[in-house]
């Protein structure tokens, strides 16, 4: 489908903007514009956050629509699975996007997954017990994570509520925009992920007044911070640009969290290091070359570069 001409490019790059602040300035509303008082407890704090995201993720899903225009027709004449498809829901292909995304990320994790794997029992010595502390180790990660879903509102925040409405705005609301405005998949895959980024500034100033950190380690931890949702945007940009489906970043950003950022120290201190090195190194390899037939279009039943993504 050809691009929007009812609007610019500068208009989808203020519009894309505007989510991104919309996003973040909707967690300060409570205090700032109704005025309530601080959260009494952490959950409290939290769940007046997830209230916001999901606010935030309905308005930038609006605005997105009603710049592409053809979704407000579609829920007119009450076709809402087509109007979601705009956005990557779909309800085709779902296992494939779920599968293939997960296992080529976990390839990035290859080596932090046999090092947690190795260190569940340091004991185990025989080959076949340690394929057992594998298996051990991948099911333990697995179930306390799930545990915790139940009891722990950091975990919803990790696994659930920030993913899910991130990868809602960022990408499902973004990546149609741009598309329609005339951008090439190419600059759509650089430009969200600068969005997204950039919304992870606000951390600056929560790292400086509640933790009471001085503006110096609070700037190399925004920073660090910013660079790595950034290349993190960019694999899941190309995620959704490739499958058009919005299930595919979103267990990609679930899985990352999950596993957290590379633990180097402990990899290089481990008995096992040069297990883990040799496993990372294979798991990278993998990655790159699986990184394009894994994400082919047809396997998705998708036409990439669609202004509206729809299944084909």
């Known amino acids: 489908m050809a691009a929007n001409p009812s609007f610019s490019s500068g208009t989808a790059i203020l519009a894309c903007a505007a989510m991104a602040v919309l996003y973040v300035g909707m967690l300060y509303t409570p205090s700032l514009l109704f005025r309530l008082p601080p959260a009494r407890t952490i959950n409290e704090h939290y769940i007046r956050r997830f209230t916001c995201s999901v606010?935030?993720?309905?308005?930038?899903?609006?605005?997105?629509?009603?710049?592409?225009g053809s979704p407000i027709d579609m829920l007119r004449n009450g076709d809402l699975p087509a109007a979601l498809a705009v956005l990557?829901?779909?309800?085709?292909?779902?296992?494939?996007?779920?599968?293939?995304?997960?296992?080529?990320?976990?390839?990035?994790?290859?080596?932090?997954?046999?090092?947690?794997?190795?260190?569940?029992?340091?004991?185990?010595?025989?080959e076949a017990k340690v394929e057992m502390g594998f298996i051990q180790g991948l099911f333990t990660r697995t179930r306390d994570?799930?545990?915790?879903?139940?009891?722990?509102?950091f975990a919803w925040r990790n696994y659930i509520v920030g993913p899910l409405t991130e990868e809602w705005v960022f990408r499902a609301c973004m990546v149609p925009v741009l598309l329609c405005a005339g951008y090439s998949q190419l600059k759509v895959?650089?430009?969200?992920?600068?969005?997204?980024?950039l919304a992870h500034l606000n951390h600056y100033w929560e790292t400086v007044y509640p933790e009471n950190r001085n503006h110096k380690i609070?700037?190399?931890?925004?920073?660090?911070?910013?660079?790595?949702?950034?290349?993190?945007?960019?694999?899941a940009a190309f995620l959704y640009l490739r499958t058009g489906h919005?299930?595919?970043?979103?267990?990609?950003?679930i899985f990352c969290n999950v596993m957290g950022l590379p633990a180097v120290g402990d990899a290089l201190e481990?008995?096992?290091?040069?297990?883990?090195?040799?496993?990372?190194?294979?798991?990278?390899?993998?990655f790159i070359?699986?990184?394009?037939?894994?994400?082919?279009?047809a396997l998705y039943g998708y036409m990439p570069g669609q202004c509206l993504p729809t299944a084909s």
């Not at 070359?289 to 279009?297: E, G, K, M, R």
């Open 270 to 286: 481990s008995p096992y290091n040069k297990v883990i090195g040799l496993t990372f190194l294979v798991g990278l390899g993998s």
């Open 88 to 126: 990557g829901i779909r309800r085709d292909h779902v296992w494939q996007a779920t599968l293939y995304p997960l296992l080529l990320t976990a390839l990035l994790y290859l080596g932090p997954l046999v090092m947690t794997a190795l260190n569940t029992d340091e004991r185990l010595e025989d």
């Open 289 to 297: 070359c699986l990184l394009n037939p894994a994400t082919s279009p």
């Open 189 to 197: 895959m650089l430009l969200c992920p600068l969005y997204f980024g």
């Open 145 to 153: 994570n799930v545990i915790s879903l139940t009891t722990d509102i």
């Open 246 to 253: 919005l299930v595919a970043p979103l267990v990609a950003h």
């Open 55 to 68: 606010v935030a993720s309905v308005l930038a899903s609006g605005l997105c629509f009603w710049l592409l």
């Open 218 to 235: 609070a700037a190399l931890i925004t920073g660090f911070r910013f660079a790595y949702t950034t290349i993190f945007g960019w694999y």
